[in-house]
């Protein structure tokens, strides 16, 4: 099974753990990400070679404008995919097997938990795994210590406060924050209703 072959099978399924193929690769990729995160963790790095690094990690080509202050941690890597002028602070964790995708000019702060994986609820099932796609979209700001939850999209500019825990998507142009995760108000200017 190749990456892009696995990629898909997260994308098209809801549970990961019968195909003994895909756990497989998986296993392989989360040796390869804690190989390449320990460089990453371990010792000071030119934004240039950062870059480079992260490029590795992630199996795709990562714009120059990217910034990332480390540690970092990821038991995948493949899955995520980054649009220009990131910056991801130090201390965040991503779960990245149902997919991450940021876009151009997000921030995401200090201590950040991005989980695209739920366990299952049966008991008997719980080593099943439920993939789900979080999106995080173009300047959107996420505070320190935000958990985000697999399925998440959150809208262009919005602004998810330090501490929340997002299990709904959140609109555009808003600030949210609480756990759960609640709109608290619209960024001046938006056209979005507080009540979403």
């Given at each position: 099974?190749?990456?892009?072959?696995?990629?898909?099978?997260?994308?098209?399924?809801?549970?990961?753990?019968?195909?003994?193929e895909?756990?497989?690769?998986?296993?392989?990729?989360?040796?390869?990400?804690?190989?390449?995160?320990?460089?990453?963790?371990?010792?000071?790095?030119?934004?240039e070679?950062?870059?480079?690094?992260?490029?590795?990690?992630?199996?795709?080509?990562?714009?120059?404008?990217?910034?990332?202050?480390?540690?970092?941690?990821?038991?995948?890597?493949?899955?995520?995919?980054?649009?220009?002028?990131?910056?991801?602070?130090?201390?965040?964790?991503?779960?990245?097997?149902?997919?991450?995708?940021?876009?151009?000019?997000?921030?995401?702060?200090?201590?950040?938990v991005?989980?695209?994986?739920?366990?299952?609820l049966?008991?008997?099932?719980?080593?099943?795994?439920?993939?789900?796609?979080?999106?995080?979209?173009?300047?959107?700001?996420?505070?320190?210590?935000?958990?985000?939850?697999?399925?998440?999209?959150i809208?262009?500019?919005?602004?998810?406060?330090?501490?929340?825990?997002?299990?709904?998507?959140?609109?555009?142009?808003?600030?949210?924050?609480?756990?759960?995760?609640?709109?608290?108000?619209?960024?001046?200017?938006?056209?979005?209703?507080t009540?979403?």
């Open positions: 099974m190749t990456i892009t072959e696995l990629r898909k099978y997260f994308k098209e399924n809801d549970s990961i753990g019968e195909n003994k895909a756990v497989d690769m998986m296993r392989l990729c989360s040796r390869e990400a804690q190989k390449i995160t320990m460089r990453i963790n371990t010792q000071y790095h030119e934004p070679e950062m870059v480079e690094l992260f490029s590795e990690l992630t199996g795709r080509e990562v714009d120059p404008s990217f910034r990332l202050f480390p540690p970092f941690y990821t038991d995948f890597g493949k899955n995520i995919v980054l649009g220009k002028d990131v910056f991801i602070n130090a201390g965040c964790k991503f779960q990245d097997q149902g997919g991450i995708f940021i876009d151009d000019g997000a921030l995401i702060g200090h201590g950040v991005l989980a695209t994986l739920d366990h299952d049966d008991p008997a099932k719980r080593q099943s795994l439920h993939p789900g796609p979080i999106h995080i979209g173009k300047n959107v700001w996420i505070g320190a210590n935000a958990v985000i939850c697999r399925g998440v999209t809208g262009d500019n919005s602004v998810i406060a330090a501490g929340a825990v997002v299990v709904k998507d959140v609109p555009p142009d808003t600030v949210a924050g609480g756990v759960p995760v609640r709109v608290l108000k619209k960024i001046p200017g938006s056209e979005i209703d009540d979403a």
